[in-house]
């Protein structure tokens, strides 16, 4: 017996799996747009610090370098700025959200980027990159102090993160105590013969501490930026407004470290690409994508891409610096990676014991609705 099935019944259907296709779509696109920014962030992030160690490399100064970028960023950030204040009846500015927007120029630019390229100086950007990898670890640190993210030490989750804290941090001090033996040779190893080793090593250990600064005020930048966004959600006004509280404080921090007027003069072709690359990538695209991100997905979520740069750091810098890859960089960013994927494997199981709870919790409610019927 043939059953016909009434048309109005089949376009209902239809109309159905469109909505749920459409439905699917979009959590696919809000799954993957936050991983594809942050991947992309990454390797311009690192393509950024191989440029700005080239222009050091040259004889620019790592204060005016980290100045210069910051105020011609700022600038191309002004008239999106002014668009949107005209566009949009945005919420008034308090005082308490200028203080924390100050703060966050003051951590997040002043200080992190100071620190960041002064130790980028003295190491290489594959000792920045590999220690970048701390940044989830503090991160999760710091997101427990301030109640962002739940810890039970007699949860088996909780004390895999604890785990991989405690190893990160010893990577991160193998990487920068021990250099150890180089792997290979490159073009520049005829120059390292020619320069003293005790002045290497002690060059080498002040860049891991002035990066290991740099990661603490990142990650402690992450949660301070997800409050303040929560607080005033309008990405636009507050990246525009601590990226010029930062330009600022980096300029008199400048002027007050910096006597010589020479240093503030571009000598070569290598050092404005750098600024302008670091400018329209580093301030105006990586701080809107960042703290976008952020607000979507929270600090862990953003600061678990550091481990990307690490291989990316690594060919960048043998390809166009000419690093030399040693041993301790390789033994300290191997324990470093196995510490911060052992949080992030702590934080994906309590993800889905969260999910099975919320299941089991449904579930009894959806049998009794049937045995009623």
């Avoid at 013969?193 to 002035?210: A, V």
């Avoid at 960089?329 to 709870?357: C, F, H, M, N, P």
Wanted: charged share 15%.
């Amino acid at each position: 017996m043939l059953i016909k099935i009434p048309p109005f019944y089949t376009g209902f259907s239809f109309s159905l799996s469109l909505r749920e296709m459409g439905g699917a779509m979009k959590s696919f696109i809000e799954m993957a747009l936050p991983f594809a920014a942050m991947v992309m962030v990454e390797c311009g992030e690192v393509g950024m610090i191989t440029l700005g160690k080239a222009a050091m490399n040259s004889g620019l100064s790592n204060l005016v370098y980290v100045v210069y970028y910051n105020a011609l960023g700022t600038v191309l950030l002004l008239p999106n700025f002014i668009i949107h204040s005209c566009r949009n009846n945005r919420r008034p500015l308090t005082l308490s959200v200028l203080y924390k927007l100050f703060g966050l120029g003051l951590l997040g630019i002043c200080l992190l980027q100071v620190c960041a390229y002064a130790g980028i100086n003295y190491s290489s950007p594959t000792l920045a990159a590999a220690l970048g990898n701390l940044i989830p670890a503090f991160t999760f640190l710091f997101a427990i102090i301030f109640r962002m993210e739940k810890f039970d030490i007699r949860k088996p989750t909780s004390q895999a993160k604890a785990l991989g804290t405690i190893v990160a941090i010893t990577g991160a001090s193998v990487m920068t105590f021990y250099q150890g033996p180089p792997l290979f040779k490159t073009i520049l190893d005829s120059d390292l013969r020619k320069s003293p080793l005790l002045s290497q090593q002690s060059n080498w250990i002040l860049g891991g501490l002035l990066i290991t600064i740099t990661c603490v005020c990142s990650s402690s930048w992450n949660v301070f930026q997800t409050a303040t966004v929560k607080e005033y959600p309008d990405e636009v006004t507050v990246v525009f407004l601590f990226c010029c509280f930062g330009t600022i404080q980096c300029a008199i921090f400048t002027l007050i470290l910096e006597r010589n007027t020479d240093v503030w003069i571009l000598d070569t072709g290598s050092e404005l690409v750098s600024i302008v690359f670091a400018a329209v990538f580093g301030t105006a695209v990586r701080s809107t994508v960042i703290t976008w991100c952020l607000r979507k997905k929270g600090p862990v979520y953003v600061s678990m891409f550091k481990p990307i740069s690490m291989v990316i750091a690594v060919i960048m810098g043998i390809t166009f610096l000419g690093d030399v890859l040693r041993l301790g960089s390789v033994i300290g960013a191997v324990i470093i990676a196995v510490g911060v994927y052992t949080v992030l494997w702590g934080q994906s199981k309590e993800r889905e014991l969260a999910i099975d709870g919320v299941s089991s919790l449904e579930s009894p409610t959806e049998n009794t609705h049937l045995l009623r019927k």
